[in-house]
């Protein structure tokens, strides 16, 4: 099991308080009472980073059906995610990591030592982290397992 998996699975997901695209301050309290996917991304408008969250919004209201949210985070600031949502028709918000301090909190880490690395995790309703998928490459894939998996989600004991 990979070190994300081993510290954050069946885990709280940590406490944050992030600015979206419009300067609204998003808490961990917005992950409560409904299933959530979070994914960290490197940069807005990179190749790879703008076809993964075109892949979250084609599937969006596949989430939607299933009680879930989607939240991408990455470092860039409010405004560079205001432009990469309204260029891309984006229909879900995007948090500023500012300096990637969650980022470093979750011990995330970087591929090559240089761009953050992209995980993306499956909060239950009452914030724990269910399902973690981290792939710097597989970018459609972390759509594609998140929504399997969310589909079985409710054959899964989620007793604490």
């Excluded at 260029?87 to 030592?113: I, V, W």
């Excluded at 973690?132 to 899964?156: G, M, P, R």
Aim: glycine letters at 4%; a positive charge.
């Amino acid at each position: 099991m990979n070190q994300i998996k081993k510290r954050w699975l069946n885990q709280r997901f940590p406490e944050f308080s992030l600015e979206d695209e419009d300067g609204n301050d998003i808490s961990n309290n917005s992950l409560i009472g409904k299933w959530s996917v979070i994914f960290f991304y490197p940069k807005d408008n990179s190749p790879g980073c703008t076809i993964q969250a075109a892949t979250f919004a084609k599937y969006h209201e596949s989430f939607a059906a299933l009680n879930c949210q989607i939240i991408g985070i990455s470092s860039e600031g409010t405004e560079s995610h205001k432009e990469f949502q309204c260029d891309h028709q984006l229909p879900y918000s995007l948090l500023s990591d500012k300096k990637a301090r969650l980022h470093r909190e979750m011990d995330l880490g970087n591929t090559l030592g240089l761009i953050p690395k992209r995980v993306t995790f499956v909060v239950d309703e009452r914030g724990f982290i269910r399902y973690i998928f981290n792939s710097q490459f597989a970018v459609k894939k972390h759509v594609s397992k998140v929504l399997k998996f969310l589909k079985t989600a409710s054959n899964i004991s989620l007793d604490e």
